[in-house]
T-cell receptor, first 111, second 117 residues
Framework: DAKTTQPTSMDCAEGRAANLPCNHSTISGNEYVYWYRQIHSQGPQYIIHGLKNNETNEMASLIITEDRKSSTLILPHATLRDTAVYYCIVRVANYGQNFVFGPGTRLSVLP | EAGVTQFPSHSVIEKGQTVTLRCDPISGHDNLYWYRRVMGKEIKFLLHFVKESKQDESGMPNNRFLAERTGGTYSTLKVQPAELEDSGVYFC???????????????FGEGSRLTVL
């Protein structure tokens, strides 16, 4: 079973920031927070991951609370192409640990 | 550089028939995973290869499913005999994770859609 809780769906206006929350209250010290997304029926796509520090890359920013029990994925300027299901996953970052996908958050970016 | 490629993109077979799905991981990736999404359900892990060895096959639903990765390169997933409930999208992913790596990024293919009639 997934160790994370996410809202089922969210809407965001095009050009605005999309903030996707994730709760992972049982996360352990060696587990990372990963975010993936699935656009329509394509294969899941990696977005970003982090352990305890905030992270930023060309796609998004990841804000992890100090107690690590929750995090927020931020898409700074959402476009229509960002409409997808977003998955928050916690996982120990070494081989042998598979990714457990939950239902995710369906983000709809509206024109 | 080519990404993870899967073949076929879509297969339609009748119940009781056999289907073999193929996955070519990114060159140099030792780790290869199979996942599937059946209609209305979440993406579920099937198994994980490290090179040619099965690291974890705890997600394989039953013995009608057989995965191989001869030579540690491409992998095949055979379903024999196929049942109606096997319909779904089968995803393959690969990664460079090693024992001391903390990247953890999986690169997924576009999936093979299986329809069992």
């Amino acid at each position: 079973d997934a160790k994370t809780t996410q809202p089922t769906s969210m809407d965001c206006a095009e050009g605005r920031a999309a903030n996707l929350p994730c709760n992972h209250s049982t996360i352990s010290g060696n587990e990372y927070v990963y975010w993936y997304r699935q656009i329509h029926s394509q294969g899941p796509q990696y977005i970003i991951h982090g352990l305890k520090n905030n992270e930023t890359n060309e796609m998004a920013s990841l804000i992890i609370t100090e107690d690590r029990k929750s995090s927020t994925l931020i898409l700074p300027h959402a476009t229509l192409r960002d409409t997808a299901v977003y998955y928050c996953i916690v996982r120990v970052a070494n081989y042998g640990q598979n990714f457990v996908f939950g239902p995710g958050t369906r983000l709809s970016v509206l024109p | 550089e080519a990404g993870v490629t899967q073949f076929p993109s879509h297969s339609v077979i009748e119940k009781g028939q056999t289907v073999t799905l193929r996955c070519d991981p990114i060159s140099g990736h030792d780790n290869l995973y199979w996942y599937r999404r059946v209609m209305g359900k979440e993406i579920k892990f099937l198994l994980h290869f490290v090179k040619e060895s099965k690291q974890d096959e705890s997600g394989m639903p039953n013995n009608r499913f057989l995965a191989e990765r001869t030579g540690g390169t491409y992998s095949t997933l055979k379903v024999q005999p196929a049942e109606l409930e096997d319909s779904g999208v089968y995803f393959c992913a690969s990664s460079q994770d090693g024992q001391y790596s903390n990247t953890g990024e999986l690169f997924f293919g576009e999936g093979s859609r299986l329809t069992v009639l």
